[in-house]
């Protein structure tokens, strides 16, 4: 008759509930059961608060990468001019932007001058380096025209420059002042190269949300930055911004064959690439880590299991003796393990679900309370740690505790389907 009955039949169910559920004084582990059940809850919780965090961190980065800097930059050779020369500069740069900006998926391709100069106003001085552009262009780059952290008239940029807000704060500088550039190379003279000096009035101060940014970066009109950095008549190079960047291996072929011979390409990946290879090295480890913890906390059932099998053996007796087989057996304790993980692991998804949602405001909380300097964008590069629930991470956490749950609970549910019935009796 035992041999007969379903797998997982609604007595079994009934029989792993009531044992469950058993108090202490009636042979029960319900003190384990909560141990064990409370441990699997905040392990799940962790695991999913910290592939959140990380989700959230990778997609903060390389938002602000691409929402302040090229995806790809089209650079030239260096090759030698009629007058003995090397050069590198791009001389027909209005044709080959036009030719770069017809490729498919191409959304713009603006060509840039660049240079690094020190800014000074009064007595406060700051390394910079000068992106000179079109105004046309700029008004395109999302990081730099966000209304709610910038400050002045992006449409006065011909008539001064724009800088970051880490500038202005480290010069002092408000929009409407003037700031000076300084540049080494200046005007050939008889007696050597001077360093070029001109006042620029400051029109629009932009907040990039990447503090290296911020802290480094003027945006002049490109008329203005070929005179100024001796580059009449032509470009240093060629920002473009493409639909996808995140497949932006597949414009390459394409960039190649627009740009000419002559042309190199340096993607946002190029530039990143040790710092996004970091985090797919701290993500393994992160969640190697994470998942120890939750096989710390599953192996919490073992116990109650145990115990639970030591206290029940005269009821193990009695139902192998009216019938029950070993599978059966063995499915009861393995349905009491497996709720214990089921339920730790749903009330591990909530928690970890609901501190996802609220972080912002947690962090903000903790930071309060520590008096600041919890995350410092000097070091972090970016201002804020926002957490980014993914359902393939939530699924990746519940598939492993239950995973594991489930597989530690074979070993004693095995060990009570395979106690002799007459040893379970012999001292009842």
Not at 48 to 65: H, N, Q
Not at 163 to 175: E, Q
């Amino acid at each position: 008759m035992a041999g007969q009955t379903p797998p997982f039949s609604r007595y079994e169910w009934m029989i792993a509930w009531r044992y469950l559920r058993a108090r202490r004084a009636e042979g029960g582990v319900s003190v384990m059961t909560w141990i064990s059940l409370i441990g699997i809850m905040l392990a799940v919780a962790a695991l999913i608060i910290t592939l959140a965090v990380r989700a959230g961190f990778r997609a903060e980065f390389v938002d602000t990468i691409l929402g302040v800097n090229a995806h790809v930059t089209v650079y030239s050779t260096v090759y030698v001019t009629e007058t003995g020369q090397t050069t590198r500069v791009i001389t027909e740069y209005q044709d080959m932007a036009a030719r770069i900006a017809d490729v498919e998926g191409v959304l713009r391709a603006a060509p840039l001058i660049k240079g690094q100069v020190m800014a000074n106003l009064r007595s406060q001085n700051a390394g910079v380096e000068v992106y000179g552009i079109a105004a046309e262009d700029l008004k395109t780059i999302p990081g730099v025209v966000r209304e709610e952290t910038a400050k002045g008239d992006i449409e006065r940029f011909d008539e001064g420059i724009a800088i970051g807000s880490g500038i202005a704060r480290t010069l002092g500088v408000d929009v409407g002042d003037k700031i000076k550039l300084i540049s080494p190379n200046g005007v050939q003279t008889p007696l050597g190269r001077s360093p070029r000096v001109k006042a620029y009035e400051v029109v629009y101060v932009f907040s990039a949300g990447r503090y290296d940014v911020d802290k480094t970066r003027v945006y002049m009109p490109f008329a203005e930055a070929q005179i100024y950095f001796n580059r009449e008549g032509v470009a240093d190079e060629i920002e473009v911004i493409v639909e996808d960047p995140d497949q932006i291996e597949g414009y390459s072929l394409d960039l190649l064959k627009a740009g000419g011979e002559r042309t190199l390409l340096w993607t946002w990946r190029d530039s990143a690439s040790s710092f996004l290879r970091a985090l797919d090295v701290e993500d393994t480890v992160m969640f190697v880590l994470m998942s120890v913890l939750v096989l710390i906390a599953s192996m919490n059932i073992i116990s109650g299991l145990v115990m639970l099998v030591k206290n029940k053996g005269r009821d193990i007796g009695i139902l192998r003796t009216m019938g029950l087989s070993e599978g059966s057996v063995l499915r009861v304790f393995f349905l009491c393990g497996a709720l214990v993980g089921l339920v730790g692991t749903a009330l591990g998804v909530i928690l970890g679900c609901l501190f996802a949602a609220y972080f912002d405001a947690i962090l903000a909380f903790v930071n309060g309370a520590s008096g600041g300097g919890v995350w410092d964008a000097s070091i972090r590069g970016i201002y804020k740690l926002p957490a980014k629930l993914q359902l393939v991470d939530v699924l990746s956490a519940v598939g492993l505790s239950l995973f594991l749950s489930f597989v530690i609970t074979i070993f004693p549910a095995r060990r009570a389907a395979r106690m002799n019935p007459v040893e379970a009796l012999r001292y009842e």
